[in-house]
């Protein structure tokens, strides 16, 4: 099933499918959703950018200092990092980078 919304809902993340079902949920303390795609989201908690599955399984982690999530679509997301614009996987791994 995929991803086709993301609720940021009192104390809690909810993850919902296609049909409306809640398939996912994950506490809220200082987690802010950045974006989502049909197979993952991104969030950013504190220092850290994160990506996470529809059962909110960790996949992947960064560091978040100095960078913000521009976008996530895809099967991936990218940020800016001092200037730089980069795309990375969901696992967090850089696939290309282009500079400003």
């Known amino acids: 099933m995929a991803i086709s919304n993301i609720e940021n809902k009192e104390s809690q993340i909810l ?7 809640c398939v996912g949920r994950m506490p809220n303390k ?4 950045a974006g989502f795609t ?39 997301f990218t940020v800016s990092e001092a200037g730089d614009v980069r795309t ?3 696992k967090c791994k850089e696939v290309r980078g282009r500079s400003n």
């Not at 993850?15 to 079902?21: A, F, H, K, P, R």
């Not at 200082?30 to 959703?33: F, H, K, L, Q, Y």
């Open 88 to 90: 990375y996987d969901r």
């Open 15 to 21: 993850v919902y499918d296609e049909s409306s079902q």
């Open 30 to 33: 200082r987690v802010e959703i």
């Open 38 to 76: 049909s197979d993952f989201f991104v969030t950013v908690e504190g220092g850290w950018i994160r990506t996470y599955d529809q059962e909110c399984e960790r996949i992947g982690s960064m560091s978040a200092i100095g960078v913000s999530v521009r976008s996530v679509s895809g099967g991936n």
